[in-house]
């Protein structure tokens, strides 16, 4: 039941419970909390509240329940989201082995009655979980059909499998050379695809697939917006609009003539995509109109850890004599310098697809230069993932002003994997406490739907480091949950340049707020996981309880 269900412009006083208000080094709570009008009137005594509030306030006992900012998503893809909601998910006990992830395909097929031009997909699958610990085969997907393209994308979002009707349809035939930027698996010692697909390629076939119907897409989007909020963000981002599918822009203008988004939605765009979005949306890069906002562009610099493709300076363990021992670079120096020096002056803000060192390495070195030769300004960039950082590397981190986003909630799923492929340096792993240490503001985020956008598994991986064996890694590099929580509310802003607004309770800011079934920082850590979103208020209107 809705604790504060009430209209946006009433006036409302919480008490009753700990109020968090996220402001300061260490955990301030106050006894009462006045929303009116979308904005947080006052924060103090409730004494003062209700003298504040009036007599026909609208009164919300939190009954013990906790109170603190609503969570922002430093780094997600909504809209992706969107489109995999009607996507088979290819992990957990139900898909365990390739024939079980076959089975999985062919049931989302009848789930979506799929039509000519339809395509089956699913998304998720690690080999590490597989029993047959390697990718499936466009044979093996052959059996889900012959007739539909079939793609099953793995859980980095960077590789996939395909049968052979979705090679034919991109052109990934006998012969065929890999695409600048990707892999095309082969059939052992033949020129021949097998149906494994890394990086470019992937991308391309995401960009053959039909668009669905723009009314179709905006109930999708609504739910994913409700996804969420039911996990307490008040904020998220589509990262990479226009790149991943080539309806992306139509959901958002047919969702945005719907009426004002459920949330706040800040997107961001390839380089090849700045003209269309400043031309179609270039009132929105200050300010959010009907709750969707325009902030910046997004290059990838090198792949994903666990696929082995993310750009690192030592070889991965067992792989010393690949070709690609240290991962793949996606983008040389020259074109990153050419876009840095196109952008870092610019009104948007950068954001690198970088998970290996070498890739930072190469991200530091090219703002180096736009700085030399426009002078240091406030960007704000920011690392996307930045999973793996020397110890040396953090002291340049914060000279250059990059924020890193890392990636805390992989450790229940893929830490035994990744300390498999870096050995000892698993200690540089989504290291928070070593960015704390050197006074590097740091961000965490779900990369969603990739992972779910749960809040809860952003702080559990910073704070416990923990896999779903049991293993520990590197304990002495987390962080309390009072600081993985500023990484979801006050750090979050910060980095969206959205400081002023949200983050934190405190007078003039939105009220957007989320309540929890208890107090995160009371709780042994290792429960962290187990704490509840009792309810999601976005401007001081309820989008989400927790019995709807």
Same mark, same amino acid.
């Given at each position: 039941?809705?604790?504060?269900a009430?209209p946006?412009?009433?006036?409302?006083?919480?008490?009753?419970?700990p109020i968090l208000?996220?402001?300061?080094?260490?955990?301030e709570?106050?006894?009462?909390l006045?929303v009116?009008?979308?904005?947080i009137?006052?924060v103090?005594s409730?004494?003062?509240?209700?003298?504040?509030?009036?007599?026909d306030?609208n009164?919300?006992?939190?009954?013990?329940?906790?109170?603190l900012p609503g969570f922002?998503?430093?780094?997600?893809?909504?809209i992706?989201?969107?489109h995999q909601?009607?996507?088979?998910w290819?992990r957990g006990?139900?898909v365990?082995?390739?024939?079980?992830?076959?089975?999985?395909?062919k049931?989302?097929?009848?789930?979506?009655?799929v039509?000519p031009g339809?395509w089956?997909?699913g998304a998720?699958?690690?080999?590490a979980v597989?029993?047959?610990?390697?990718?499936?085969?466009?044979?093996e997907l052959?059996e889900?059909s012959t007739?539909?393209?079939v793609m099953a994308?793995?859980?980095?979002?960077?590789?996939?499998?395909?049968?052979h009707k979705?090679?034919e349809?991109?052109g990934?035939?006998?012969?065929?050379a890999?695409p600048?930027?990707g892999?095309i698996?082969?059939v052992?010692?033949?020129?021949v695809p097998?149906?494994?697909?890394e990086?470019?390629?992937v991308?391309?076939?995401?960009?053959?697939?039909p668009?669905?119907a723009s009314?179709?897409y905006?109930?999708?989007?609504?739910?994913?917006?409700?996804?969420?909020?039911s996990?307490g963000?008040?904020?998220a981002?589509?990262?990479l609009?226009?790149?991943?599918?080539?309806?992306?822009w139509d959901?958002?203008?047919a969702?945005?003539?719907?009426?004002p988004?459920k949330i706040?939605?800040?997107?961001?765009v390839?380089?090849?995509n700045v003209a269309?979005?400043?031309?179609?949306y270039g009132?929105?890069?200050?300010d959010?109109?009907?709750?969707?906002?325009l902030?910046g562009?997004k290059?990838?610099l090198?792949g994903?850890l666990?696929?082995?493709?993310?750009w690192?300076s030592q070889p991965?363990v067992?792989?010393?004599?690949?070709?690609?021992?240290?991962?793949?670079?996606?983008?040389?120096d020259?074109e990153l310098?050419?876009?840095?020096?196109?952008?870092y002056p610019s009104?948007l803000?950068?954001? $690198?697809?970088q &998970?290996g060192?070498?890739?930072?390495?190469?991200f530091? *070195?090219? @703002?180096t230069?736009a700085? +030399?030769?426009?002078?240091?300004?406030?960007?704000?960039?920011?690392?996307?993932?930045?999973?793996?950082?020397r110890?040396?590397?953090?002291?340049?981190?914060n000279?250059?002003?990059?924020?890193?986003?890392?990636?805390t909630s992989t450790f229940?799923d893929q830490?035994d994997i990744?300390?498999?492929l870096?050995?000892?340096?698993?200690?540089?792993h989504n290291?928070?406490g070593? $960015?704390l240490? &050197?006074?590097?503001?740091w961000?965490t985020?779900?990369d *969603?739907p @990739?992972?779910p956008?749960? +809040?809860?598994?952003?702080l559990?991986?910073a704070v416990?480091r923990?896999s779903n064996?049991?293993n520990?890694?590197?304990?002495?590099v987390g962080?309390?949950?009072?600081e993985?929580?500023k990484?979801?509310t006050?750090s979050?802003?910060y980095?969206n340049f959205e400081e002023a607004?949200?983050?934190?309770l405190?007078v003039g800011?939105?009220?957007?707020?989320?309540?929890?079934?208890?107090?995160p920082?009371?709780v042994?850590?290792?429960?962290?996981l187990?704490?509840?979103?009792?309810e999601?208020?976005k401007?001081g209107?309820?989008v989400?309880t927790?019995?709807?």
């Amino acid at each position: 039941m809705s604790l504060s269900a009430h209209p946006a412009d009433s006036s409302t006083v919480y008490f009753g419970g700990p109020i968090l208000t996220m402001v300061g080094v260490e955990p301030e709570y106050v006894e009462a909390l006045v929303v009116r009008d979308g904005q947080i009137e006052f924060v103090g005594s409730k004494s003062d509240a209700q003298a504040i509030a009036g007599l026909d306030s609208n009164r919300v006992n939190l009954g013990g329940k906790a109170l603190l900012p609503g969570f922002v998503d430093a780094h997600g893809h909504i809209i992706v989201a969107a489109h995999q909601i009607e996507q088979a998910w290819l992990r957990g006990e139900k898909v365990t082995s390739i024939p079980e992830m076959v089975q999985a395909l062919k049931e989302q097929a009848v789930i979506n009655d799929v039509q000519p031009g339809d395509w089956i997909i699913g998304a998720g699958w690690h080999p590490a979980v597989l029993a047959e610990h390697r990718p499936p085969t466009a044979d093996e997907l052959d059996e889900v059909s012959t007739e539909y393209p079939v793609m099953a994308i793995h859980a980095s979002g960077h590789q996939a499998s395909v049968n052979h009707k979705a090679l034919e349809l991109a052109g990934y035939i006998a012969g065929v050379a890999d695409p600048e930027g990707g892999v095309i698996g082969r059939v052992e010692e033949t020129d021949v695809p097998n149906g494994y697909l890394e990086e470019a390629p992937v991308f391309h076939l995401r960009t053959l697939m039909p668009p669905l119907a723009s009314t179709k897409y905006v109930s999708l989007l609504d739910r994913a917006m409700t996804q969420w909020a039911s996990n307490g963000f008040t904020t998220a981002q589509e990262d990479l609009l226009g790149g991943g599918a080539s309806d992306d822009w139509d959901i958002v203008a047919a969702a945005l003539a719907q009426g004002p988004l459920k949330i706040d939605v800040l997107g961001f765009v390839e380089p090849k995509n700045v003209a269309f979005a400043r031309e179609n949306y270039g009132d929105r890069i200050t300010d959010y109109v009907d709750g969707f906002r325009l902030g910046g562009i997004k290059i990838f610099l090198d792949g994903s850890l666990g696929g082995c493709t993310a750009w690192i300076s030592q070889p991965y363990v067992g792989l010393e004599d690949s070709p690609n021992s240290c991962g793949v670079p996606t983008k040389s120096d020259e074109e990153l310098d050419a876009q840095l020096d196109e952008f870092y002056p610019s009104d948007l803000q950068i954001q $690198a697809h970088q &998970n290996g060192d070498a890739a930072l390495d190469q991200f530091m *070195a090219g @703002l180096t230069k736009a700085i +030399a030769k426009h002078g240091k300004l406030d960007k704000r960039p920011v690392a996307i993932h930045c999973q793996l950082v020397r110890p040396e590397q953090w002291a340049q981190v914060n000279a250059l002003g990059i924020i890193p986003s890392l990636y805390t909630s992989t450790f229940r799923d893929q830490a035994d994997i990744v300390a498999k492929l870096v050995g000892d340096r698993i200690s540089q792993h989504n290291a928070a406490g070593t $960015a704390l240490a &050197n006074n590097v503001l740091w961000t965490t985020h779900n990369d *969603a739907p @990739l992972l779910p956008p749960s +809040a809860m598994a952003l702080l559990d991986g910073a704070v416990n480091r923990t896999s779903n064996a049991g293993n520990v890694y590197a304990p002495e590099v987390g962080v309390s949950t009072y600081e993985a929580l500023k990484a979801i509310t006050v750090s979050a802003a910060y980095q969206n340049f959205e400081e002023a607004s949200k983050g934190t309770l405190e007078v003039g800011k939105l009220a957007d707020l989320v309540i929890l079934d208890r107090d995160p920082l009371a709780v042994d850590p290792t429960e962290l996981l187990h704490v509840k979103v009792v309810e999601t208020i976005k401007a001081g209107t309820t989008v989400y309880t927790v019995d709807a």
